[in-house]
């Protein structure tokens, strides 16, 4: 996608070698980029969540490996580098999905070519992730197509929860994906972005990345959705997610599940947009997958900029009140109508999922 005219991927490789990414961490306020020299880097930057979003998290520890078989491409550097990127952050399979690519491409071969062999697949692992995040655009413009078929008036009126764009990805998105390719279709749309706090990842990302590419949005607080649908104003939800059951139970960002129940209680459709190295066949349902905690700094403290230019961190709460941050929550199969994925539209369950990845289910 583009800022100010110019064509980006989040994550890329510089001609010196090392790895360059747009350091989400300072959005909207500033566009600066990060060169990460070292699988260290790579893991700082996921924890501290310069980079974050499923497929992008993948996308940094694969190249996180290759800055490490760079350096040393022993089978002791092998398994200390997936180690160390792998204890980043625990809720998105896609990191675990990106390692395991990376292990299975490298252990088999003789040291002397691991660190060649790491950068093509780091890079095959990011060229498939574009793929994929256009192909889940096509076929859920076709869900967004179908929606505004059924409406006499006004534009389509999507809602969204974090951000699940281009920034979360290598690019395109998920979820954002069919947005992008609904409005540059002229079909008219207009999404509603959840502010997703305690990080603010829909008021500082989506919107940024919805506002870059012309398409025509809002951001509400957390809490205006169910009152938005209940006022016929939302004619249906997408998120992205960071985990998928192999019952079709969903992780993602906190807030989620309660949007889920609102869209159920008033008939809105609320679809599930991934790729699927988010499936985690291993998990039987919600409940086994791990949810991270994150500092309570994040919802006590707030950053932003001040009318003089300057950007400063505040705190939002009388001194001494403790706070909880769990990062996500699990929206059960039953209240989704449906994932989209890179192979089409199907049924959230066991069943859906495996009507269009039979081999990958075994
Ligand atoms: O904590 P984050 O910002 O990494 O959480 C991101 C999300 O919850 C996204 O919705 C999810 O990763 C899907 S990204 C295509």
């Given at each position: 996608?583009?800022?100010?005219?110019?064509?980006?991927?989040?994550?890329?490789?510089?001609?010196?070698?090392?790895?360059?990414v747009i350091d989400q961490a300072r959005l909207p306020h500033e566009f600066v980029t990060e060169v990460l020299n070292s699988a260290a880097d790579c893991a700082r930057a996921i924890k501290t969540m310069v980079v974050r979003g499923a497929p992008l998290i993948g996308?940094?520890?694969?190249?996180?490996?290759?800055?490490?078989?760079?350096?040393?491409?022993?089978?002791?550097?092998?398994?200390?580098?997936?180690?160390?990127?792998?204890?980043?952050?625990?809720?998105?399979?896609?990191?675990?999905?990106?390692?395991?690519?990376?292990?299975?491409?490298?252990?088999?071969?003789?040291?002397?070519?691991?660190?060649?062999?790491?950068?093509?697949?780091?890079?095959?692992?990011?060229?498939?992730?574009?793929?994929?995040?256009?192909?889940?655009?096509?076929?859920?413009?076709?869900?967004?197509?179908?929606?505004?078929?059924?409406?006499?008036?006004?534009p389509l009126n999507v809602l969204t929860h974090c951000n699940a764009g281009w920034l979360a990805t290598v690019d395109w998105g998920t979820a954002l994906a069919p947005i992008y390719m609904a409005h540059d279709a002229g079909l008219g749309v207009h999404v509603w972005?959840?502010?997703?706090?305690?990080?603010?990842?829909?008021?500082?990302?989506?919107?940024?990345?919805?506002?870059?590419?012309?398409?025509?949005?809002?951001?509400?607080?957390?809490?205006?959705?169910?009152?938005?649908?209940?006022?016929?104003?939302?004619?249906?939800?997408?998120?992205?997610?960071?985990?998928?059951?192999?019952?079709?139970?969903?992780?993602?960002?906190?807030?989620?599940?309660?949007?889920?129940?609102?869209?159920?209680?008033?008939?809105?459709?609320?679809?599930?947009?991934?790729?699927?190295?988010?499936?985690?066949?291993?998990?039987?349902?919600?409940?086994?997958?791990?949810?991270?905690?994150?500092?309570?700094?994040?919802?006590?403290?707030?950053?932003?900029?001040?009318?003089?230019?300057?950007?400063?961190?505040?705190?939002?709460?009388?001194?001494?009140?403790?706070?909880?941050?769990?990062?996500?929550?699990?929206?059960?199969?039953?209240?989704?109508?449906?994932?989209?994925?890179?192979?089409?539209?199907?049924?959230?369950?066991?069943?859906?999922?495996?009507?269009?990845?039979?081999?990958?289910?075994?």
């Amino acid at each position: 996608m583009k800022i100010a005219g110019r064509p980006y991927r989040t994550i890329w490789l510089r001609p010196d070698g090392a790895i360059e990414v747009i350091d989400q961490a300072r959005l909207p306020h500033e566009f600066v980029t990060e060169v990460l020299n070292s699988a260290a880097d790579c893991a700082r930057a996921i924890k501290t969540m310069v980079v974050r979003g499923a497929p992008l998290i993948g996308a940094t520890a694969a190249y996180g490996v290759a800055l490490a078989m760079r350096a040393d491409a022993s089978d002791a550097a092998l398994t200390a580098a997936i180690a160390m990127l792998g204890a980043t952050r625990p809720t998105a399979v896609n990191l675990h999905w990106a390692l395991r690519r990376m292990e299975r491409a490298l252990s088999r071969l003789p040291v002397s070519a691991r660190a060649d062999a790491a950068f093509v697949e780091a890079a095959a692992i990011c060229d498939e992730d574009v793929e994929v995040c256009r192909r889940i655009g096509v076929h859920g413009l076709a869900c967004l197509k179908a929606a505004a078929a059924t409406k006499s008036a006004g534009p389509l009126n999507v809602l969204t929860h974090c951000n699940a764009g281009w920034l979360a990805t290598v690019d395109w998105g998920t979820a954002l994906a069919p947005i992008y390719m609904a409005h540059d279709a002229g079909l008219g749309v207009h999404v509603w972005v959840d502010e997703t706090r305690p990080r603010n990842q829909g008021a500082s990302l989506t919107a940024y990345e919805l506002g870059a590419h012309g398409v025509p949005h809002t951001i509400i607080a957390d809490n205006a959705g169910g009152h938005l649908m209940q006022h016929g104003k939302v004619d249906l939800c997408i998120v992205g997610t960071d985990r998928v059951t192999r019952n079709g139970d969903v992780a993602n960002k906190i807030g989620t599940y309660l949007k889920a129940l609102a869209a159920k209680d008033n008939d809105v459709p609320f679809y599930v947009a991934l790729p699927s190295s988010t499936i985690d066949w291993q998990l039987a349902s919600g409940r086994d997958i791990p949810i991270e905690e994150r500092s309570a700094d994040e919802l006590l403290q707030m950053t932003g900029r001040l009318a003089n230019g300057d950007i400063a961190r505040v705190a939002i709460a009388a001194p001494g009140s403790p706070g909880a941050n769990p990062a996500f929550d699990v929206t059960p199969a039953r209240l989704i109508s449906a994932f989209i994925t890179e192979r089409g539209v199907c049924a959230a369950s066991e069943e859906g999922l495996k009507s269009l990845f039979p081999k990958e289910s075994e």
